[in-house]
Nanobody, 122 residues
Framework: QVQLIESGGGLVQAGGSLRLSCAAS????????MGWFRQAPGKERELVAA????????YYADSVKGRFTISRDNDKNTVYLQMNSLKFEDTAVYYC???????????????WGQGTQVTVSS
């Protein structure tokens, strides 16, 4: 079992930055790929970024490339999402996920966090 707890969301002006953190419990963090998803009101959940177990592979949605960076610290059992140059359309609830890399890439995950709200004011 892996429990995921997100933090770092909040209200920010367009053009600003936020860093999301996802702390994972359990001793299996390093064996899991990690991902960040988001869901805006009235929209489907979408994968924003993913990172493999060994940091050998990363993925970014086209809408966030060049602005967001996913990273992980296996010693701290934590994955991060650095979000820069935020736009109004980045407003959503952001979820952390853990599991198999290619399942995460397909939008599936074994474990989910409770979500953290990110609101970007225009």
């Amino acid at each position: 079992q892996v429990q995921l707890i997100e933090s770092g969301g909040g209200l920010v002006q367009a053009g600003g930055s936020l860093r999301l953190s996802c702390a994972a419990s359990g001793r299996t963090f390093s064996s899991n790929a990690m991902g960040w998803f988001r869901q805006a009101p009235g929209k489907e959940r979408e994968l924003v970024a993913a990172i493999s177990r060994s940091v050998g592979s990363t993925y970014y949605a086209d809408s966030v490339k060049g602005r967001f960076t996913i990273s992980r610290d296996n010693d701290k059992n934590t994955v991060y999402l650095q979000m820069n140059s935020l736009k109004f359309e980045d407003t959503a609830v952001y979820y952390c996920a853990a599991g198999v890399y290619w399942n995460i890439r397909r939008g599936r995950s074994d474990y989910w966090g409770q979500g953290t709200q990110v609101t970007v004011s225009s």
